[in-house]
């Protein structure tokens, strides 16, 4: 008898008129996808944030194309040219330097633009450091806050830092390795030194590192050592009040109102209660005001 088979990996053509995001390896090159690559190579334009990395990967996978730069510093200028491309009907890849575009890039900008255009866009899924991340942490997973970088101005900057300090879902940050002891020492002052992380660092390349802890521990690791490599960092959320402790939660916000009237600062009552009941000085300061 003879069996007729068929491939079921059948290389798929770009269609015309289409962006294709393009999700990259974070690190290791081997992990780029084969539907990926095909889509690399024969789209009529790449829209690369890194023309080094994208050369990388061509290199690689010996093949090449037409490409691009388009980040922050040029892609305001770029996008018409690729609006006017995709209506004449080529095909553009948009790729980030590392993972999925639009996540802190400059193509979530493109792609709004595309989207009002009325241009069909296809994602063509890859690694991604925050779900990489979360996934090797161990900490709950199936809810969780992604903030990317934090902002430089202080005032908004602390906001969602208060933020992240009361909340019970786990949280996901991005953080170059030079800023990385000032954000530790943040965390510290905003969370307390209990609160459980997950350093991730050179995610899926030889040098990887995992460090879970809590922050004392951590700042501790990373004392008088030069951080090195994209970190992405995993905080544990709070643990939620059980709904029978209302009445000491309650409580505690009347002890806060007390101590305020009778003339303690609002900083010092939260950090006197926070030891007190074992809580964050940050958790108590915000019920003042809730």
Request: some cysteine; hydrophobic content about 35%; charged content about 25%.
């Amino acid at each position: 008898m003879n069996i007729k088979t068929t491939s079921s990996h059948k290389r798929q053509e770009p269609e015309i008129g289409v962006l294709y995001i393009v999700g990259t390896p974070i690190g290791n090159l081997s992990d780029i996808s084969l539907r990926a690559l095909n889509i690399l190579r024969d789209v009529s334009l790449i829209a690369c944030e890194d023309t080094r990395q994208t050369k990388k990967l061509m290199s690689k996978y010996n093949f090449t194309n037409n490409f691009i730069s388009f980040n922050e510093h040029n892609s305001r200028n770029k996008i018409p040219r690729i609006i006017n491309d995709l209506h004449s009907g080529n095909s553009v890849a948009l790729v980030s330097d590392a993972g999925m575009p639009s996540i802190c890039d400059p193509g979530e900008e493109l792609i709004n633009h595309v989207k009002t255009n009325g241009i069909n866009i296809i994602c063509i899924p890859g690694p991604c450091a925050a779900i990489t991340a979360i996934a090797s942490s161990g900490f709950p997973s199936s809810k969780f806050t992604f903030e990317g970088f934090l902002p430089k101005k202080k005032s908004e900057r602390e906001k969602i830092l208060r933020e992240i300090s009361q909340n019970d879902k786990t949280t996901i940050l991005f953080e170059s390795p030079h800023r990385l002891k000032k954000l530790l020492k943040e965390l510290k002052d905003f969370c307390g030194g209990g609160r459980e992380i997950q350093i991730s660092r050179e995610l899926t390349k030889m040098y990887e590192e995992n460090i879970r802890n809590n922050i004392n521990e951590i700042i501790d690791h990373f004392e008088g050592e030069e951080v090195l490599g994209e970190i992405t960092i995993v905080i544990r959320g709070i643990t939620k009040l059980k709904k029978n402790s209302e009445f000491d939660n309650f409580k505690l916000k009347k002890e806060l109102h007390d101590l305020i009237a009778a003339g303690v600062s609002l900083t010092a009552a939260s950090k006197y209660l926070a030891k007190k009941n074992n809580l964050t000085k940050n958790l108590i300061y915000n019920m003042y005001q809730s």
